[in-house]
Antibody, heavy 116, light 106 residues
């Protein structure tokens, strides 16, 4: 059974940092692009970043460039999102998805709240 | 960035109805379009890829069409479990972008 399980969310002050993790199982992790998508409370979906199978290509939405970094460890079957200089507008549920473009599988999400 | 505009933003329908949701891209995206369904407090569920491809396990009452800038998601014979919010997404050009969502209500 394919599974993606996010962790690492929580409450952080503006300007702070947080590292999200997403552990994959039930599929050949190293063969897939992986994507982070977020959803602010009561709002729509926003594509955040993705990373190629081998980590050799990474793409970001402009609003997080220079602040967020996506990485992966294919030995640990995990993908990460390092989030620095967090702002109130980064408050959202963050989903990990098995996706390059079209997402074929989603995790359950982890909530990040940026507030003082 | 490519803007994705869905219409309507909300839609009321009844079990057994046929409904159509439209998604328009601000520039041509060929057939690089997906549709997702999301229920409250749940992760999205993947429905359609490449504008008209039905994802594995998705009931055949769901269908997608379109190419270029105009796309539709059609649900035939609505079932109670179909009442949810639907999002389109383009994956032709980075950053990949979503429509604002269409809430399908009873």
């Amino acid at each position: 059974e394919v599974q993606l399980v996010e962790s690492g969310g929580g409450l952080v002050q503006p300007g702070g940092s947080l590292r999200l993790s997403c552990a994959g199982s039930g599929f050949t992790f190293s063969s897939y692009w992986l994507t982070w998508v977020r959803q602010a409370p009561g709002k729509g979906l926003e594509w955040v970043a993705n990373i190629k199978h081998d980590g050799g290509e990474k793409y970001y939405v402009d609003s997080v460039k220079g602040r967020f970094t996506v990485s992966r460890d294919n030995v640990k079957n995990s993908v990460y999102l390092q989030m620095n200089s967090l702002r109130a507008e980064d408050t959202a549920v963050y989903y990990c998805a098995r996706a390059h473009g079209f997402a074929t599988f989603w995790g359950q999400g982890t909530l990040v709240t940026v507030s003082s | 960035d490519i803007q994705m505009t869905q219409s309507p933003s909300s839609l009321s329908a009844s079990v057994g109805d046929r409904v159509t949701i439209t998604c328009r891209a601000s520039q041509g995206i060929s057939n690089s379009l997906a549709w997702y369904q999301q229920k409250p407090e749940k992760a999205p569920k993947s429905l359609i890829f490449d504008a008209s491809g039905l994802y594995s396990g998705v009931p055949s009452r769901f269908s997608g069409s379109g190419s270029g800038t105009d796309f539709t998601l059609t649900i035939n014979s609505l079932q109670p479990e179909d009442f949810a919010t639907y999002f389109c997404q383009q994956y032709k050009t980075y950053p990949f972008t979503f429509g604002q969502g269409t809430k399908l209500e009873i």
